[in-house]
T-cell receptor
């Protein structure tokens, strides 16, 4: 299965942009890149996903490298509520369905 | 909308006891999943289901069983509880097998003493 690599932790100042990197050098052509985040004592929540093109939604932007071996989640203005663990995941498709494997993620700390 | 509902939220078990974690979703999703999360770690897939009557093992299925008799419900059974099963358990569901987002429940915290 394709794996992802993320920094263990990152810090940001409130109201500044945050760029969370993810490496996925063994990604295959049919794998979608998903990002989830987990606030303290909660279940993960969906942030964004993409295949090849950059994607924007109300929560964040996803920038995908041309060779798809890496991607970056962009939070345009970090708030204290964005402090969470962010998971970069490859949505692997197989005949029986799909499985999302969550690695350790990046713990984002936001300073006021 | 209720989304994904898990019960109980907290439970303490003695070694060797059995219990069932309940999970139900009201979004008519075919795909459902059970994950466990140990302290400070990511989520590991226990079992998943692609529809009523169809289940399959994930990464860490030993010590657990599941069933899927309806689209809405996906219970996880722990047989002969062991301290190694102390964890937070998350149920999730998805409409699409490939692109759709996963919706997670709030989790069930299980302690085995």
């Amino acid at each position: 299965d394709a794996k992802t690599t993320q920094p263990n932790s990152m810090e940001s100042n409130e109201e500044e942009p945050v760029h969370l990197p993810c490496n996925h050098s063994t990604i295959s052509g049919t794998d979608y890149i998903h990002w989830y985040r987990q606030l303290p004592s909660q279940g993960p929540e969906y942030v964004i996903h993409g295949l090849t093109s950059n994607v924007n939604n109300r929560m964040a932007s996803l920038a995908i490298a041309e060779d798809r071996k890496s991607s970056t989640l962009i939070l345009h203005r970090a708030t204290l509520r964005d402090a969470a663990v962010y998971y970069c995941i490859l949505r692997v498709f197989n005949n029986a369905g799909n499985m999302l494997t969550f690695g350790g993620g990046t713990r984002l700390m936001v300073k006021p | 909308n209720a989304g994904v509902t898990q019960t109980p939220k907290f439970r303490i078990l003695k070694i060797g006891q059995s219990m069932t974690l309940q999970c139900t979703q009201d979004m008519n999703h075919n795909y459902m999943y059970w994950y466990r999360q140990d302290p400070g770690m990511g989520l590991k897939l226990i079992y998943y289901s692609v529809g009523a009557g169809i289940t399959d093992k994930g990464e860490v299925p030993n010590g657990y069983n599941v069933s899927r008799s309806t689209t809405e419900d996906f219970p996880l059974r722990l047989e002969l509880a062991a301290p190694s099963q102390t964890s937070v358990y998350f149920c999730a569901s998805s409409y699409s097998p490939h692109t759709g987002e996963l919706f997670f429940g709030e989790g069930s915290r299980l302690t085995v003493l």
